[in-house]
């Protein structure tokens, strides 16, 4: 062998070694996976987790942003929570076109997701005349979630379980048309900074939010509310005093959740 074709072999060698502590840093890192994963079309993955358990579970743990199929919608409660005992580390859940909301949402009453801070719910279309409280939810979800959409959820007829939210930022519900109480808002008085309830005509009375101190937005387009209630509420609520952090006009349109581009909805 003469030595240019041995120094282009021991160039190869270190070449394969630098490949393979690269892809060994890659594959053992959920940081780096996370980076790769944005980038990966969906085939890739489902080759990449297709390769073995081990590797399926360094992938699923990359995992950050997930939503149910918008396609085929969300009615099995067995589905859910196979889906959240896949992906334990993610931040972002969303859940569309829900039917059943009742029974289909309790596995997040025991769901293990300790990094969960933005939960998004969409009812189905036609969900019918069901009505359906906000679901439990359990302590490391309730402990860690800081934005609840349930934007145009006309079923839902109860927020009771926001009082287990102590670290909640906003809570965005236009729309719900079938929630008359706001009391249990007092136990996020210390955090609840947004408030989105357009054409929300049940509500009874706005003095619940009095001490929520630190709130800064409220949207009370199409609300059926007197104008010294607002006043009263402004009061109290000294960030509220500037007008435009009290939206009362304008058009209310259907909101649907703003996918980030790293959702993974799952099979």
Known sequence: MDPDQ?????????????????????????????????????????????????????????????????????????????????????RDLTLLNVSNAAATLQPLATAELSRLTKLTVREAPTPGDEAWPMPVLSKPVSASLRVIDVSCCAGL??????????????????????????????ACSETLEELWLADNEQVESLMPLHACTRLRKLDLRDFNMVEDQVTDLQAACTQLADPSSVVIQGLVHELQPNMPRDVQEWE
């Open 6 to 90: 041995a120094a282009q072999l021991a160039g190869a060698d270190a070449d394969a070694e630098v490949a393979a502590a690269l892809a060994h840093a890659v594959l053992t890192s959920p940081d780096l996976w996370s980076q790769l994963w944005r980038l990966l079309d969906r085939d890739s993955k489902a080759a990449f987790r297709g390769v073995g358990s081990a590797m399926r579970q360094l992938v699923d743990a990359s995992v950050g942003v997930v939503a149910s199929p918008s396609s085929t919608g969300l009615s099995d409660a067995d589905e859910l929570a196979a889906a959240l005992r896949l992906w334990p580390r993610i």
């Open 157 to 186: 007829n109860s927020i009771d379980a926001v009082r287990s939210c102590g670290q909640l930022r906003v809570l965005w519900m236009p729309g719900c048309v079938g929630v008359p109480d706001l009391s249990p808002l007092a």
